[in-house]
């Protein structure tokens, strides 16, 4: 979600691409759970945030979660956005216009979706139930808009559309709908692994080393801080990014929340353990690991998968902090199928003896 939801590669507002981990790090509550396998739900609190706020937060929330469901079952093996696309002249509309006249992102595919291996994504969020019809309306209207891509006008080959919305209603399960009407495309040449170096020029930057990134976008010829007369030596650079969070208080949860929140949440687990600090710890993917080793390494971008050998539990684990019970340490361990790998260490403080 971080580099999904990050300024376009070509904007020149270029915060820390690594934010919105922190931000939406508590949107969605399952980690509260007593197991791993629940649905997600929704964070209440969400009921007491300002509506810009909720605005935003659906909106990135959208399209993270679309990108993730896109990935789970298909595999995005590249990822290009649409407004960087435009400012490079890649990428023509219909009706001219910025955000709102265009899609999100264009994805290179694992597998396909009835034979094309990319595709055009508009991504939608909402904090109302029954936003998805309307939203959709207008993915599919931005998702038409487009001419032309990568050269290739519509009437040479039909590209793949999907529109995906996401309802964040707060207390309830998320829910993503999704419109998707595929057609069978040829790729251009050399757009594959351009679509896989600006992936991996994302995740750089997500996880802090933005001099790794932006020498991965200069390699492959994308928009590149270079342009703007930035040199790399004084980009930042991190190997591995971490969260670490501090709760604010350390009363029960039904003293925490806001009455209306308190309606539409079950806070029987909750109201037993308090959070009281989390760490979270990504680390980077094979592709982006063997590129910043070697950027003129191109056959690193084909990398796809890798055993599932790691020293660390392959679930799960939680167990006492201490010998007196008060509180508990609850750890998860992931390594994905790319290489990358995440480390969630959460410890709880019982809110019933303090």
Known sequence: MAYATAPSPGSRYQPGSSWSVVKYATAIEPRLGTSSHQTAIANSGIWDLD??????????????????????????DGLWDCYSLWLEELLQLRIDGRHRRMPDFLILLRKPISGSR?????????????????????????????????GLSRKQYSLAQVGIACALYPGNPIV?????????????DNIETLLRANHVALELAALGDVAA?????????????????????????????????????????????????????????????CLARAQLIVGPSRRATELRANVNNE??????????????????TEYAGDVTGTRRRRQEYDLADDGSTSQLSVDFWSTTSQ
Request: with cysteine; glycine share 6%.
């Open 51 to 76: 509506p810009h706020q909720k605005t935003v937060l659906a909106d990135d929330i959208g399209v993270g979660l679309a990108l993730a469901a896109i990935d789970v079952k298909y595999g995005i």
């Open 118 to 150: 990319m595709a055009l994504l508009e991504c939608k969020g909402s904090t109302r139930r029954t936003a998805a019809a309307g939203q959709l309306t207008s993915a599919c209207n931005q998702l038409n808009n487009v001419s032309r891509v990568l």
């Open 176 to 188: 993503i709908t999704v419109a998707d009407p595929p057609e069978e495309i040829t790729l251009p």
């Open 213 to 273: 990134a932006d020498t991965v976008r200069t390699r492959y010829n994308l928009p590149s801080w270079g342009r703007y007369g930035f040199e790399n030596g004084i980009l930042p650079r991190n190997e591995a990014f971490g969260i670490n969070e501090t709760v604010m208080s350390i009363l029960p949860s039904s003293k925490r929340l806001s009455t209306k929140a308190r309606d539409v949440v079950d806070s029987t687990f909750i109201d037993k353990l």
């Open 299 to 316: 056959s690193a971008l084909r990398v796809e998968s890798v055993a599932k050998v790691v020293d660390a539990p392959s679930a799960t």
